[in-house]
């Protein structure tokens, strides 16, 4: 059954969702997962990309944005890929979801984690894919940082 993770954060700053992204990140990078994180726009995108280059001091996390229109393999293996579209076939089984809404074609996803903040539209966002994440019968964990 696949698992969709809620995380709420007591601050309403992006930039600390995106840091908290990050390590999330840097975690199932080093497990060996190959991981999708989605945005809403290119400037979401771009701006965790800058992100995951800063957030800690000697980390590495080989990452790149996605265009499918360019449809380049990523230059390492388990690459993690950033973007706005639908995830790629092999970067379908973890996916961040840092957008609004509800992730396209999860039928090959074991796991989404929706990272929210203290945002009562965002919260209200998330509360909408939590029950679409219900009712495709996923397996729902909430987690209050």
Known sequence: MPKASFYILASES????FLFACKLIEKAYR???FCYVYTDS???SQQL???LWTFRENSFIP????????????DYPKTVLI?????PKNWQSVIFNLSSKY?????QTERVLEILDNN????QAGRQRFRQYKQNGFDISTHKI
């Open 14 to 17: 992006l930039s600390d969702r």
């Open 31 to 33: 497990s060996g997962q």
């Open 42 to 44: 290119l400037q979401q």
């Open 49 to 51: 990309d800058n992100q």
């Open 63 to 74: 990452h790149q944005l996605y265009d499918d229109t360019t449809n380049i393999a990523p």
């Open 83 to 87: 973007g706005t579209q639908t995830a």
């Open 103 to 107: 992730p396209d074609d999860l039928t």
């Open 120 to 123: 009562e539209a965002l919260k």
